[in-house]
């Protein structure tokens, strides 16, 4: 069974509005800090935004202005809102959590985090 399970991917047009919701809690264990990335089919997973245990935050340079990582108060629940989405949004989705807890990680550093979910299509297109 998936530990990280993300929902809310779909097709939106251009400068539209989308948010995506990953579900943690599948993870037997305490998670320090979570993240957002999306992959081109072909392409390297890039890093969109993350979020530690104190809230604080990072963004890809791409993304900032436009997206925003969230939590729910129960910290088992990740968001992501995109506004003004561009065709070059269009990837797959993967919420990503680090249950390691050995320190202080790089938010956007695919090798920071130990637990993948699926990922979710997001695909924006006129």
């Known amino acids: 069974q998936p530990q990280l399970v993300e929902s809310g991917g779909g097709l939106v047009q251009p400068g539209e509005s989308l948010s995506l919701s990953c579900d943690t809690s599948g993870v037997p264990f305490r998670i320090c800090t979570w993240a957002w990335f999306r992959q081109v089919e072909g392409k390297r997973r890039e890093g969109v935004a993350g979020i530690n245990l104190t809230g604080s935050t990072r963004y890809a340079d791409s993304v900032k202005e436009r997206f925003t990582i969230s939590q729910d108060d129960t910290k088992k629940h990740l968001y992501l809102q995109m506004r003004s989405l561009k065709p070059d949004d269009t990837a797959k989705y993967f919420c990503?959590?680090?249950?390691?807890?050995?320190?202080?990680?790089?938010?956007?550093?695919?090798?920071?985090?130990?637990?993948w979910g699926q990922g979710t299509q997001v695909t924006v297109a006129s």
């Open positions: 990503a959590a680090d249950s390691r807890c050995w320190g202080p990680v790089t938010f956007l550093a695919s090798e920071a985090y130990d637990t």
